[in-house]
């Protein structure tokens, strides 16, 4: 089975960083686009960040300018750099990616389980 297993998640101060990873295991043909969300309780699920098979990638307010998407393919892992971390940014986080698990296969849009991110004041 197709899994995308998240971590890196944890408690930091305003000011700290932290780095999320996504890798994506199991039967996997091509990895396409992947991207990070994130929803706080009671808010609704928001992309942080995206980026393409070719490592092409964009940030959404407010994360542009302090974090970093990147990913390896070699690994078929993404990571998230998150540096000057405010308490606006808690949340749980979630891998995103689209998979083709064969060739000549369809995408499938999947989901990791998520990772908690915490930022004290």
């Known amino acids: 089975q197709v899994q995308l297993v998240e971590s890196g998640g944890g408690l930091v101060q305003a000011g700290g960083s932290l780095r999320l990873s996504c890798v994506v295991t199991g039967y996997v043909f091509i990895v396409g686009g992947m991207g990070w969300f994130r929803q706080a309780p009671g808010k609704q699920r928001d992309l942080v960040a995206d980026?393409?098979?070719?490592?092409?990638?964009l940030y959404k307010e407010p994360a542009k300018g302090r974090f970093s998407n990147c990913r390896d393919n070699d690994t078929n892992t993404m990571t998230l750099q998150m540096d000057s971390l405010k308490p606006e940014d808690t949340a749980a986080y979630y891998c995103?990616?689209?998979?083709?698990?064969?060739?000549?296969?369809?995408?499938?849009?999947?989901w990791g389980q998520g990772t908690q991110v915490t930022v004290s004041s």
């Open positions: 980026i393409t098979s070719d490592g092409n990638a």
């Open positions: 995103n990616a689209m998979i083709a698990a064969y060739p000549c296969g369809d995408y499938d849009d999947d």
